[in-house]
């Protein structure tokens, strides 16, 4: 570790120095003058230089971890350390946070063809879930991080924004098979420099090259390294080609757009072919194209039917890879398994986080898991913490805003939504389901509201919300036009144009057709993705209808309630028995 001078200063360290020298050399005076007229033996004067001697460095550690206060000694605060909180202030800000903390933004590319940002981004991204995993150390997410990418903004600003207290930064430089990374620790308090390191490499050699940086920040943090090294995770690759064609397929699908979909696909499976092995592009993979399968209606069956290829093949080859098994949970609850879902989330899930930390975002997928179970109370502080985690992912809100509206908190689920409109990315999405939230308020204005915040994004010669918002004042027009599109070629297979409609029939007070509808989405989609939506105020009224338990029974709910406890919205009456509101 690399020592400055001006911190030897700060901890009094040099002040010490100079005072030893100058009281032990008054000493060793006093001494030689004491020994004659004492009769001391002739060794006192030399055991007395050598006892100062061997003090010298004592005193120096002793300097360097320890301090006087008014309250006494105590152990110096380092300067990777925060500043503790003042006595009634929030600890809010980069000087006042509770526990070592650290974001990683972005490497900058500085090639001379700029043409290695997927690189540095994922260099960052591994970087960041490597230091996640170490006990103590409070890692900003990546989307957060990440939302920096290009500004020229202050690092006490992104500091407090993201409320930590030190931020790693540094670039990428690639020419020919060399790569050199430079990387840097900045104090945000203050902005000085606490550590940096250039790292010539080889291309090809990324892991090590991330495992030497995470280990010198560890380093200069004053923590430990937790075992586990990301590169050697089941299912990853080691190749710096395929890993390249990684990234660039996650970046796309990341967009969330019809057009990206196949583009993401090809950068994917341009990765598997570099590397066969890399078991986790194939999970990837297979997510998108279960993904797609609902945002390209005309390739779902195909699509289906290849991630499921995908799985397979990631399981023969990585069956320990935590993604692999999340992958796998994910399959069972299609296959309307949702107790076997349960025992994975609910037994095996905790063990890989212990494992593999921040990584495998464990707080956000058991989150997820128990919405979709209709465990809305007990999701929330799990979406709480992954919110807490990575305050600026974009992809986090809607579900946290979820999660505060089917607990009762329309106020807080509501400002979720806006804060989530105002940001950039996934917005079709977003737009949509803030839409769908203020349907089940019944909120006139509220309503009027998202529909022209959805029509900004996907305004369309044709869309569903258009059609049925322009009928609010006519809801029995409204109820016969939800019949009629719902028999209407693509709409009649297509299982979101389903779930859409099954909303606004909610809406207009026709919970038996919204029970069609939502039946047609949980038979013919992703039940792993589309399962929350039967869990939505709008359908309230849908839920209390008998053949909504039937519902529930055939996708294998009921099963799962029996084994692991029933929700928020269904109880058991009797043995056999039970209901739902």
């Given at each position: 570790m690399k020592i400055s001078f001006s911190e030897l200063r700060r901890r009094h360290v040099v002040r010490v120095a100079i005072a030893y020298v100058i009281v032990a050399w008054l000493v060793v005076q006093l001494v030689n003058n004491l020994v004659a007229p004492l009769h001391l033996p002739d060794w006192t004067a030399t055991l007395v230089v050598v006892l100062l001697a061997v003090g010298f460095p004592v005193a120096l550690v002793l300097a360097w971890a320890f301090e006087m206060t008014p309250e006494g000694v105590k152990r110096t605060v380092g300067s990777t350390d925060p500043a503790p909180a003042a006595a009634g202030k929030p600890a809010s800000s980069a000087e006042t946070a509770v526990a070592p903390s650290i974001a990683v933004l972005p490497f900058a590319d500085m090639s001379p063809d700029k043409d290695q940002e997927y690189f540095s981004d994922g260099l960052s991204e591994e970087l960041l879930n490597k230091l996640a995993r170490i006990k103590g150390l409070q890692v900003a997410g990546r989307t957060s991080s990440f939302h920096f990418k290009g500004m020229n903004e202050d690092i006490r600003t992104i500091a407090e924004k993201l409320g930590v207290a030190?931020?790693?930064?540094?670039?990428?430089?690639?020419?020919?098979?060399?790569?050199?990374?430079?990387?840097?620790?900045?104090?945000?308090?203050?902005?000085?420099?606490?550590?940096?390191?250039?790292?010539?490499?080889?291309?090809?050699?990324?892991?090590?090259?991330?495992?030497?940086?995470?280990?010198?920040?560890?380093?200069?943090?004053?923590?430990?390294?937790?075992?586990?090294?990301?590169?050697?995770?089941?299912?990853?690759?080691r190749s710096a080609e395929a890993y390249d064609e990684y990234l660039k397929g996650v970046a796309l699908h990341m967009r969330y757009e019809p057009d990206t979909y196949p583009r993401a696909i090809e950068h994917l499976q341009r990765a598997i072919v570099v590397d066969p092995s890399f078991a986790n592009a194939l999970i990837q993979l297979g997510q998108i194209y279960s993904n797609g399968a609902s945002i390209v209606p005309e390739r779902s069956e195909e699509w289906h039917r290849k991630a499921e290829e995908a799985l397979e093949q990631a399981r023969k080859l990585a069956p320990d890879s935590p993604l692999v098994q999340i992958a796998s949970a994910a399959r069972d609850m299609n296959h309307r398994q949702w107790r076997a879902a349960g025992d994975f989330y609910h037994n095996e899930l905790p063990k890989l986080a212990e494992k593999y930390g921040a990584g495998i975002q464990s707080d956000f997928q058991t989150g997820q898991f128990l919405m979709r179970v209709g465990r809305i109370r007990e999701a929330l502080p799990y979406q709480e913490r992954a919110h807490s985690a990575d305050p600026l992912n974009v992809f986090l809100l809607p579900y946290l805003a979820d999660a505060y509206l089917e607990t009762g908190n329309m106020a807080a689920g509501m400002a979720e939504y806006d804060r989530a409109a105002g940001m950039g990315g996934f917005q079709l999405a977003i737009r949509g389901s803030g839409m769908v939230a203020a349907l089940g308020t019944h909120d006139r204005q509220l309503i009027e509201k998202w529909l022209a915040l959805s029509l900004e994004i996907n305004p369309g010669p044709f869309n569903i919300n258009a059609t049925l918002g322009a009928l609010l004042d006519d809801p029995a027009a409204a109820r016969q036009e939800v019949r009629r599109l719902m028999s209407t070629p693509p709409m009649d297979r297509d299982s979101l144009s389903a779930i859409v409609l099954a909303y606004w029939a909610g809406y207009y007070d026709d919970p038996e057709l919204a029970l069609v509808l939502a039946r047609r989405t949980l038979e013919s989609a992703d039940l792993s993705l589309q399962s929350f939506v039967i869990w939505r105020t709008v359908f309230r009224d849908m839920r209390r209808l008998p053949g909504f338990k039937d519902l529930m029974r055939d996708i294998g709910m009921v099963d799962y309630w029996k084994t692991y406890g029933w929700g928020d919205f269904c109880r058991p009456v009797g043995d056999n028995d039970f209901e739902c509101e």
């Open positions: 030190n931020v790693l930064e540094g670039s990428v430089r690639k020419s020919g098979d060399k790569i050199r990374i430079t990387a840097q620790l900045i104090k945000a308090a203050d902005g000085y420099h606490l550590w940096s390191q250039n790292y010539d490499r080889k291309f090809e050699d990324i892991f090590a090259i991330q495992d030497e940086i995470a280990a010198a920040v560890a380093t200069a943090l004053e923590v430990t390294l937790g075992v586990g090294q990301l590169g050697r995770i089941p299912g990853m690759t």
